[in-house]
């Protein structure tokens, strides 16, 4: 692959083993262009997360978003639906923290943090201007093209990072 085509290939890969001792689970991985603090950034400033921190038909408000960037801490954010304003709030715990390499969370409904799938975000620098993201969820299935699909939002949201990170 090449440069000029890295901000518009499908990079997704699913990779079964992905998922922990019999956990369910899905990978993800996608490139950008994009220096690798930028990505980091858009996974853990809240202003730049509202931005893209949905899936492509939904909206984040900004006021919606909360972070507190270190072990044990929390964050928040709620998605909404514009036209019907139907909201979906979502919390998590952040696990492991290395600034700008990883980050590994929970991922789930507020009050339900601690027993929520897991989330690793892996970034790799391929060169000053190009990051490889590997996003692995444990803990879901694999439920690409069913209704309210968990892996297709992702990959949704993941369209909307690629826009935000390569501005």
């Not at 694999?142 to 501005?167: I, K, P, Q, T």
């Amino acid at each position: 692959m090449n440069a000029e085509n890295t901000d518009t290939t499908d990079n997704t890969v699913t990779d079964p083993n992905s998922a922990q001792a019999g956990e369910p689970g899905f990978t993800i991985v996608r490139e950008f262009t994009a220096p690798r603090a930028r990505v980091w950034e858009a996974w853990t400033n809240p202003d730049v997360m509202a931005r893209w921190f949905h899936p492509e038909t939904l909206v984040t408000p900004r006021e919606s978003v909360s972070v507190d960037l270190r072990v044990g801490g929390e964050y928040t954010y709620t998605m909404r639906i514009p036209d019907t304003g139907q909201e979906f709030p979502t919390a998590g715990k952040y696990l492991h923290i290395d600034e700008p390499v990883r980050l590994d969370f929970t991922w789930g409904s507020p009050g339900e943090i601690d027993n929520a799938p897991r989330v690793s975000v892996a970034l790799e620098e391929i060169d000053a201007d190009r990051t490889r993201m590997t996003f692995t969820l444990t803990g879901l299935p694999d439920d690409s093209g069913e209704d309210a699909s968990v892996y297709d939002g992702w990959s949704s949201a993941f369209v909307e990072l690629r826009a935000e990170v390569s501005a």
